[in-house]
């Protein structure tokens, strides 16, 4: 019986040749027709989103899953098998497989924001700022927590500047999620504008002398926390 070798990769790794589709008495139009309607049956909607203190990404995007594929094409008779060097076709189409998945659109933005975030914590007209209230949640101490102080008017300048750059970060990231993050994009803006919110109506009290930088800086804590759940909540869904 003869046999028609299609390769899956027409390339070679560390000097072997990969593996090639093999069915008995089977054409080169008989592997592109099945491999065509294996491709359709394996794609996958797959969903993802990260969110940090600097900004977020989301994505929701079409992906082959190397598995289903696979399946389709034994099902189909063919199966994979190693080829000799003389075997191969210069000219197939690789192998689909689960890998990672397509670039996030929103990655630029994300890391856009977390640029600008990390030059205002290094910021040398924020410094003021950040000595009573840690430029990240994350540096907030059991000291910071119990200042009672009030902020004087070089802090409250500072803290109208750093207020002002991350609405306006907020602001960008959230335009960018509705646009190109579909529901779950919107969903995410959504999330940062009323995080956002909630940080402004408490700086806004200590801007104005009704609050304590600990009052603050727990505020922020809180903030952070309901923050990750929100996000945790997001992710979860389908």
């Known amino acids: 019986m003869r046999f028609i070798l299609i390769a899956a990769v027409a390339v070679f790794a560390a000097g072997c040749a990969q593996p090639v589709w093999v069915k008995p008495g089977a054409s080169q139009s008989d592997f592109a027709t099945d491999r065509y309607t294996c491709m359709q049956d394996s794609q996958q909607r797959v969903g993802g989103a990260v969110v940090n203190q600097f900004g977020g990404s989301a994505t929701n995007t079409v992906v082959t899953n ?66 009573k209230s840690p430029c990240k949640v994350s540096g907030i101490t059991l000291e910071h927590l119990a200042d009672t102080t009030y902020a004087t ?29 579909g529901a779950r994009g919107a969903a995410f803006a959504q999330l940062l504008e009323d995080n956002a919110a909630r940080l402004e109506k408490a700086s806004l009290a200590v801007y104005s002398g009704k609050m304590t930088w600990g009052e603050l800086n727990q505020a922020r804590k809180d903030a952070a926390k309901q923050f990750r759940e929100e996000q945790a909540k997001l992710v979860a869904a389908r």
Do not use: H, I
């Open 153 to 181: 008017e070089p802090q409250r300048a500072a803290l109208l500047l750093s207020r002002q750059k991350y609405n306006e970060r907020v602001a960008t990231a959230a335009r960018a999620y509705r646009s190109m993050g």
């Open 66 to 131: 190397g598995n289903l594929f696979r399946s389709c094409m034994n099902a189909k008779g063919w199966y994979l098998t190693q080829p000799s060097t003389q075997q191969q076709s210069p000219n197939a189409g690789p192998l689909p497989s689960s890998g990672p998945a397509a670039p996030n659109p929103l990655a630029e933005v994300d890391r856009e924001a977390s640029r600008q975030a990390e030059a205002s914590c290094a910021d040398p007209a924020l410094q003021v700022l950040w000595a």
